[in-house]
């Protein structure tokens, strides 16, 4: 490009200096695709949180604390369950000795 022929031939086919094209435009097309999109808008702070150090302690017991939960529940109502025929025979106790009351008063 820069070199200069000094043989008129030469001369007469060299080419004429090149003028740089304009590349802003080609510039900012690309700099506005590779602009990255937010791809989640909003930011879950549990998922960022760093996990307890016992978090896989606890996922390990948790299927045998759901098995102790059930048994739990089930004592639970058992218990209700004797309770309420307590009471209801205390119940039931107390009607009849109202009942003998009022029949040894006539």
């Given at each position: 490009?820069?070199y200069?022929?000094?043989?008129?031939?030469?001369?007469?086919?060299?080419?004429?200096?090149?003028?740089?094209?304009?590349?802003?435009?080609?510039?900012?097309?690309?700099?506005?695709?590779?602009?990255?999109?937010?791809?989640?808008?909003?930011?879950?702070l549990?998922?960022?949180?760093?996990?307890?150090?016992?978090?896989?302690?606890?996922?390990d017991?948790?299927?045998?604390l759901?098995?102790?939960?059930?048994?739990?529940?089930?004592?639970?109502?058992?218990l209700?369950r004797?309770?309420?025929?307590?009471?209801?025979?205390?119940?039931?106790?107390?009607?009849?000795?109202?009942?003998?009351e009022?029949?040894?008063?006539?």
């Amino acid at each position: 490009r820069n070199y200069e022929p000094e043989d008129e031939e030469l001369k007469k086919r060299k080419v004429p200096q090149a003028k740089p094209a304009s590349v802003e435009d080609t510039v900012k097309d690309q700099l506005e695709a590779a602009k990255p999109e937010p791809i989640i808008e909003e930011v879950d702070l549990a998922n960022l949180a760093p996990r307890k150090p016992d978090w896989d302690l606890k996922r390990d017991v948790a299927k045998k604390l759901e098995k102790l939960e059930k048994r739990t529940q089930r004592a639970i109502a058992e218990l209700i369950r004797e309770r309420l025929k307590g009471q209801e025979e205390e119940l039931a106790s107390a009607v009849e000795s109202a009942k003998q009351e009022g029949s040894d008063s006539d």
